[in-house]
Structure formats: structure tokens, C-alpha cells
């Protein structure tokens, strides 16, 4: 009977600080919710969402989009949430939520409407390995076309300034910071852990870039030194954060690596934030 009742209170005590530990990731709500808790947040917010369609010009595609709109007096600046390699997901359309309560306009597209079953977009394909090929099967000049397109939808919202800025993540932070060298209007571009474009491209960069990563993500991190090196050498701002034992995906995976990367998102998000209002306001 002993034994028994240690193991039941060991049990308990277990579970009390794993729901401890639980809500200290999921619980900030001054950051985007983690995966596990997108949907929850989404449904709990006071902002007002909807869903358009914006058709790509010179094609078929109409973009199926998730738009936030901040909870504000005044006109907002846009921002274009460029998804990770597996597609528009909740979380995504939690992130685009969480940048409209920062104040901006946040439109977030599936870059693989039409593209899925029956023409359907990301929730159309069976599974996460089918959306990954997908979406790594999109070239370089659909993608800035498609990113163009809802650019001139954002910058054309009554409720906008007309300014307008991008945030990608992983697959999408690549594009982020690829858009800045295909889009001279662009007012700024943050890039969460996703690889710099050839130094070549560079030189075309107008806007200021945010870059933050995660210490162990040498795949994408080798490629920030050459980058950082040739846009100081061109005088362009490239602001560059490396988060300490954080890995790739950071923002969407808080809970992982032992606190390390719900600490970077706790910084990667304000600085985010801060970078845009001071680019874009």
C-alpha cells in the first residue's frame, strides 16, 4: 500500500510540473503561441480576421488568404507573413494574429492555392511530406509574383498606409529576405532562420533586414557571416540576432530544447515588433 501511494504521488507531482512547465510556453501572450497552442490563441482573440482570395495577375492563382487586422484608431502598415515549408498552417495564421496586435495589418497567403487535391491549397494535401515537396517545388519567380501580388492587395486596404513590410519563417524566411532584393518598395524584411540569398543579389537590397536564428542551425547560420560581411560592405542594414542553444524553428517550437528556444522567442518577437514599427510607422 506504501509503494503504491509513493507512486501515485510521484505521478502527481509529475504531472503538476509537467502543466507547469507546459503553460510557462504556452500561456505569454506578448508572443505568438506555440504550435500545440495556435489554434487556442486564435480563438480567444479580439481581433478581427477574414479570409480573401487575391488573384495573381497573368495567371489562374488566386491566393486563398488569412488577414488580421489590428485593433487601433489610425491607419496601420501591412505586413506579408511568408509561410514555413509546411505551408499556411494555424500557427502561421497565429503569428499573422499576434503582428496585428502589434498594430500592423497582417496578410498571410497559401502560396499553394490551387495547387493541392482537387485545387485545394495546404489543407488539401494528405500529409506534412506532401506540402513539404510542394512548397520546394516553387520557383523563385511564381513565388515574388504571388508576394507582389498580395503586396498591391495590402498596400491598397483602406484601413492602410501603404506601407509595407514582409516576415518569413524557415522556407519563408529564405523568401523574406529573397523579396528584399526582388521588391525596391519594401520597407523591411525580418527573416527567422532561413538562408541569405547568393552575395550576388544583395547589391539590390533598399530595405532594412532583421535576421534571427538559432545558435544551433549551422546549416542556416553559415550563410549569415558571408551575408552580414557583403551588406556592411554595400551599406546596407542588416541587423543580425543569434540566439544561445536555440535550434531551427524556434519561434514555432518553444517548448524544445529546454527553454532555449521559447528564451530566444521571448527576444526574437519584440525585437521583431520593434524593428518593424521603427521601419514601417
Given at each position: 500500500?506504501?509503494?503504491?501511494?509513493?507512486?501515485?504521488?510521484?505521478?502527481?507531482?509529475?504531472?503538476?510540473?509537467?502543466?507547469?512547465?507546459?503553460?510557462?510556453?504556452?500561456?505569454?501572450?506578448?508572443?505568438?503561441?506555440?504550435?500545440?497552442?495556435?489554434?487556442?490563441?486564435?480563438?480567444?482573440?479580439?481581433?478581427?480576421?477574414?479570409?480573401?482570395?487575391?488573384?495573381?495577375?497573368?495567371?489562374?492563382?488566386?491566393?486563398?488568404?488569412?488577414?488580421?487586422?489590428?485593433?487601433?484608431?489610425?491607419?496601420?502598415?501591412?505586413?506579408?507573413?511568408?509561410?514555413?515549408?509546411?505551408?499556411?498552417t494555424d500557427w502561421i495564421r497565429g503569428v499573422a494574429d499576434q503582428l496585428a496586435a502589434g498594430g500592423f495589418i497582417a496578410v498571410a497567403p497559401d502560396l499553394l492555392s490551387g495547387r493541392g487535391p482537387g485545387g485545394g491549397g495546404t489543407e488539401a494535401f494528405p500529409g506534412r511530406d506532401d506540402v513539404v515537396k510542394a512548397v520546394r517545388d516553387l520557383g523563385q519567380t511564381e513565388v515574388t509574383a504571388m508576394l507582389n501580388a498580395v503586396k498591391d492587395?495590402?498596400?491598397?486596404?483602406?484601413?492602410?498606409?501603404?506601407?509595407?513590410?514582409?516576415?518569413?519563417?524557415?522556407?519563408?524566411?529564405?523568401?523574406?529576405?529573397?523579396?528584399?532584393?526582388?521588391?525596391?518598395?519594401?520597407?523591411?524584411?525580418?527573416?527567422?532562420?532561413?538562408?541569405?540569398?547568393?552575395?550576388?543579389?544583395?547589391?539590390?537590397?533598399?530595405?532594412?533586414?532583421?535576421?534571427?536564428?538559432?545558435?544551433?542551425?549551422?546549416?542556416?547560420?553559415?550563410?549569415?557571416?558571408?551575408?552580414?560581411?557583403?551588406?556592411?560592405?554595400?551599406?546596407?542594414?542588416?541587423?543580425?540576432?543569434?540566439?544561445?542553444?536555440?535550434?531551427?524553428?524556434?519561434?514555432?517550437?518553444?517548448?524544445?530544447?529546454?527553454?532555449?528556444?521559447?528564451?530566444?522567442?521571448?527576444?526574437?518577437?519584440?525585437?521583431?515588433?520593434?524593428?518593424?514599427?521603427?521601419?514601417?510607422?
Amino acid at each position: 500500500m506504501a509503494k503504491k501511494y509513493m507512486l501515485l504521488s510521484a505521478l502527481l507531482l509529475f504531472l503538476i510540473h509537467a502543466t507547469f512547465i507546459h503553460s510557462a510556453w504556452s500561456a505569454d501572450d506578448s508572443i505568438p503561441a506555440g504550435e500545440d497552442g495556435a489554434k487556442a490563441a486564435l480563438e480567444r482573440s479580439p481581433r478581427h480576421h477574414e479570409w480573401v482570395n487575391i488573384a495573381v495577375p497573368g495567371t489562374n492563382v488566386k491566393l486563398n488568404t488569412f488577414v488580421a487586422y489590428p485593433e487601433r484608431k489610425d491607419k496601420a502598415p501591412v505586413v506579408i507573413v511568408i509561410h514555413e515549408v509546411y505551408g499556411l498552417t494555424d500557427w502561421i495564421r497565429g503569428v499573422a494574429d499576434q503582428l496585428a496586435a502589434g498594430g500592423f495589418i497582417a496578410v498571410a497567403p497559401d502560396l499553394l492555392s490551387g495547387r493541392g487535391p482537387g485545387g485545394g491549397g495546404t489543407e488539401a494535401f494528405p500529409g506534412r511530406d506532401d506540402v513539404v515537396k510542394a512548397v520546394r517545388d516553387l520557383g523563385q519567380t511564381e513565388v515574388t509574383a504571388m508576394l507582389n501580388a498580395v503586396k498591391d492587395y495590402g498596400t491598397s486596404l483602406p484601413a492602410g498606409t501603404g506601407r509595407y513590410g514582409s516576415v518569413g519563417f524557415c522556407w519563408g524566411g529564405s523568401q523574406s529576405y529573397a523579396y528584399a532584393a526582388a521588391q525596391p518598395g519594401l520597407g523591411a524584411a525580418v527573416v527567422y532562420y532561413g538562408t541569405s540569398p547568393p552575395a550576388e543579389a544583395l547589391s539590390s537590397i533598399r530595405a532594412p533586414v532583421l535576421g534571427l536564428y538559432g545558435e544551433d542551425d549551422a546549416r542556416v547560420t553559415s550563410t549569415v557571416g558571408p551575408a552580414e560581411e557583403k551588406m556592411k560592405e554595400l551599406g546596407k542594414v542588416y541587423v543580425v540576432h543569434v540566439y544561445r542553444g536555440a535550434g531551427h524553428g524556434f519561434l514555432r517550437a518553444q517548448g524544445e530544447r529546454g527553454g532555449a528556444n521559447l528564451e530566444a522567442s521571448r527576444q526574437a518577437w519584440p525585437a521583431t515588433v520593434g524593428f518593424l514599427k521603427k521601419n514601417l510607422e
